[in-house]
């Protein structure tokens, strides 16, 4: 097991297979993350166009992030 604590959500998308967030210090969502292939294909590079951007942020809105 590996604890991990930062502020990029990006990267912890990537990576994670259980994401906690905090707010104020309380626990706001405990949950799975199933979908690291859907926001970060495998064989992705850095990719900050406007569209990628875009697309990344509709999918973390989706999962309420």
Request: hydrophobic share 35%.
């Amino acid at each position: 097991t590996v604890i991990v604590v930062s502020h990029d959500v990006w990267a912890a998308r990537q990576y994670a297979d259980r994401i906690i967030t905090l707010k104020d210090g309380c626990v706001e969502s405990d949950e799975i993350n199933d979908n690291k292939s859907e926001i970060y294909p495998s064989d992705a590079k850095a990719n900050n166009s406007p569209d990628e951007i875009r697309r990344l942020k509709a999918l973390l809105a989706k999962q309420n992030l």
